[in-house]
């Protein structure tokens, strides 16, 4: 279960921002048009929608001019629950997507033919880390190694 999340972690390091910048911009031009234009239309005690449509079209065109209404007009109390709401639904979606983007097995972002199948170093024992023949990045086989040294390719060779 390690592999998986340490591999959706790897995956999904420019989404985290991208998704928390993303987070940001709604709050700004969405959230806050909306819990004010709430806070607007609930002020007689019941809630008029007129007064929603009308004000959240003006909101909406001038999100920062909402934000600081936010703060001056006193309309905290109606922001914070549907910012945390809003947080919630976002957060859902976000891990939904992170977890769908782990991967299925332990080995599905290896290279095959890479020297990730060896740890702390093993292979070079056998192999050479400088110089011989190519057998992927910074393994090759060493020439003046005792014994055998035949090379067997799997796989084919392609030219673009």
Same mark, same amino acid.
């Given at each position: 279960? =390690?592999?998986?999340?340490? @591999? &959706? %972690?790897?995956?999904?390091?420019?989404?985290? $921002?991208?998704? +928390? #910048?993303?987070?940001?911009?709604?709050?700004?031009?969405?959230?806050?048009?909306?819990?004010?234009?709430?806070?607007?239309?609930?002020?007689?005690?019941?809630?008029?929608?007129?007064?929603?449509?009308?004000?959240?079209?003006?909101?909406?065109?001038?999100?920062?001019?909402?934000?600081? =209404?936010?703060?001056?007009? @006193? &309309? %905290?109390?109606?922001?914070?629950?549907?910012? $945390?709401?809003? +947080? #919630?639904?976002?957060?859902?979606?976000?891990?939904?997507?992170?977890?769908?983007?782990?991967?299925?097995?332990?080995?599905?972002?290896?290279?095959?033919?890479?020297?990730?199948?060896?740890?702390?170093?093993?292979?070079?024992?056998?192999?050479?880390?400088?110089?011989?023949?190519?057998?992927?990045?910074?393994?090759?086989?060493? %020439?003046?190694?005792?014994?055998?040294?035949?090379?067997?390719?799997?796989?084919?060779?392609?030219?673009?």
């Amino acid at each position: 279960m =390690n592999y998986k999340l340490e @591999g &959706a %972690i790897r995956r999904n390091r420019k989404n985290f $921002i991208i998704c +928390t #910048i993303l987070w940001i911009v709604l709050t700004i031009v969405f959230v806050s048009p909306f819990s004010y234009s709430v806070f607007q239309a609930s002020q007689q005690g019941a809630f008029d929608l007129g007064v929603f449509l009308t004000s959240f079209g003006q909101n909406i065109t001038n999100p920062f001019a909402a934000i600081g =209404n936010i703060f001056t007009q @006193g &309309a %905290i109390g109606t922001f914070m629950p549907i910012l $945390i709401g809003f +947080t #919630i639904f976002y957060l859902i979606f976000f891990f939904i997507g992170f977890v769908k983007s782990a991967p299925k097995n332990e080995f599905s972002d290896i290279e095959h033919g890479s020297s990730d199948w060896s740890q702390r170093g093993e292979q070079y024992q056998v192999l050479s880390k400088n110089k011989g023949i190519i057998l992927a990045e910074n393994n090759y086989l060493p %020439i003046d190694k005792r014994g055998n040294v035949n090379v067997l390719v799997v796989g084919r060779i392609r030219f673009w």
